[in-house]
């Protein structure tokens, strides 16, 4: 079966106007936002134990990705008794 470009055209402006498609679109944003503020918490926990601020790792994780360490030796704890 061959669509005409204009049968294609409806068909597609069909499948954006779906309201189960702007649905979706509302989840998967919720989803992203909720993603980021895990990431800024992941981020102040790494912190915690590295002894750099959460900032730097935010900045040092967009310019190398997942493969970002850290840039100054971790910060020993201290045990209390």
């Known amino acids: 079966m061959k669509l005409t470009k204009s049968q294609l055209t409806e068909i597609i402006k069909e499948e954006l106007d779906d309201e189960s498609n702007?649905?979706?679109?509302l989840v998967l944003g919720k989803l992203l936002n909720k993603l980021d503020d895990?990431?800024?918490s992941l981020d102040y926990l790494s912190a915690?134990?590295?002894?750099?601020?959460?900032?730097?790792i935010g900045m040092a994780q967009q310019?190398?990705?997942?493969?970002?360490?850290?840039?100054?030796a971790p910060v020993p704890l201290k045990e209390e008794i």
């Not at 702007?22 to 679109?25: N, P, Q």
């Not at 915690?48 to 730097?56: H, I, N, R, S």
């Open 22 to 25: 702007s649905h979706l679109v």
């Open 48 to 56: 915690a134990v590295t002894g750099e601020g959460p900032l730097d």
């Open 38 to 40: 895990l990431d800024v």
């Open 63 to 72: 310019m190398f990705g997942r493969a970002a360490g850290p840039m100054r």
